[in-house]
């Protein structure tokens, strides 16, 4: 990850070993000849498209979606790592994320992936449940306003928002019998949008830090970003020379979460001469049956199991009261 990697003010790491970060490439099967090539292939899986997205959404959001999921990514990589090194880090909810935008949904059209929801009717929101709180009294056919800062997706897959613009949009009839689980709001609402949301956290982090991941979607590289960020502040003395590779989501507390193509991303790990791979825990068992017996996988389900196991080979880390912490410091509790 390092040559991905740049810390403002601080000089490149150079020649202290590699963390690799993993990722599948997705092709249309849109002919038979395609098709009877990836079925002979044992290293390759054939998925549906819908498989792909949620129902009712188009196959069409995927490229957004994955620009979207990369760049949510990498702020909870930094997030992670710089937290975990004891800088502080700054954390302020500051609106609604629209991550799903479903094909024939009131919202379409007037939404889109990577928009932030900011205001309903006049009234500043911070949260999806500040959304759902000021739409769940309102009936179907109502029309409401919606404070957003739109977002475009440049062709690299980074993301801005501008500034606010206020849209309009007239709701449709919920079929959902499922509460939304926010406090104070009781019970299915009457009428929907038809987005899925996440809150949307503002980060003020002491460093600037940049990974660039031109054309690469998803979130699976979120472990070996983090992994990178801390290797790069360390001086490259969290992996000491070796080759390893990571995959796995990151979130800001440090958690690793599931990821798909692990069969697939253990072969390629292992031709790039990778001799540790990192994996979800739930990922362990795909991972070995196409691990050769010169790459060892190690699944994990928190950052900290990983830099214990790096930690006890010889690595050390920088803290940022500038002390380094090795095996024989006291780590917190995975």
């Known amino acids: 990850m390092a040559p991905l990697i740049s810390i403002q003010g601080q000089q490149q790491t150079k020649g202290s070993g590699k963390i690799m970060l993993t990722d599948v490439l997705l092709t249309p099967v849109d002919n038979l000849a395609k098709y009877l090539w990836f079925k002979a292939d044992s290293n390759a899986d054939i998925i549906p498209q819908s498989a792909l997205v949620s129902p009712g959404v188009s196959p069409s959001e995927l490229t957004a979606q994955g620009y979207l999921e990369m760049a949510q990514s990498k702020l909870s990589a930094e997030a992670a790592a710089l937290t975990r090194l004891d800088y502080p880090v700054g954390a302020t909810p500051d609106g609604a994320l629209v991550t799903q935008v479903g094909a024939n949904a009131p919202a379409s059209g007037v939404v889109s992936v990577a928009d932030i929801i900011t205001g309903v009717n006049g009234q500043a929101v911070t949260s999806t449940c500040g959304v759902i709180s000021d739409l769940h009294t309102l009936d179907p056919g109502t029309k409401v306003t919606l404070t957003i800062r739109p977002a475009t997706i440049h062709p690299n897959g980074s993301i801005t928002n501008g500034s606010p613009v206020v849209k309009s949009v007239v709701l449709g009839k919920s079929t959902s019998t499922v509460a939304s689980g926010c406090p104070g709001v009781e019970g299915p609402s009457k009428a929907f949008l038809g987005v899925a949301l996440q809150d949307d956290i503002s980060y003020s982090f002491p460093l600037h830090i940049s990974i660039s991941t031109p054309n690469i979607g998803g979130p699976s590289a979120g472990l070996a970003m983090t992994l990178g960020i801390i290797d790069e ?31 697939q991303k253990t072969i390629a790990v292992a031709q790039a001469g990778a001799s540790v791979f990192f994996v979800p825990q739930v990922e362990r068992e795909p991972a070995l049956s196409k691990a050769p017996a010169s790459l060892k996988i190690v699944a994990v389900s928190t950052l900290n199991q990983v830099l214990n196991q790096l930690l006890a080979s010889g690595g050390t880390i920088k803290l940022a009261n500038g002390t380094r912490e090795s095996r024989t410091s006291v780590l917190p509790a995975p």
Not at 257 to 262: A, E, K, M, S, T
């Open 233 to 263: 502040l360390s001086g490259g003395t969290l992996v000491k020379g070796k080759t390893l590779a990571a995959t796995g989501t990151m979130d800001p507390e440090g958690n690793v979460g599931d990821v798909g193509g692990v069969p």
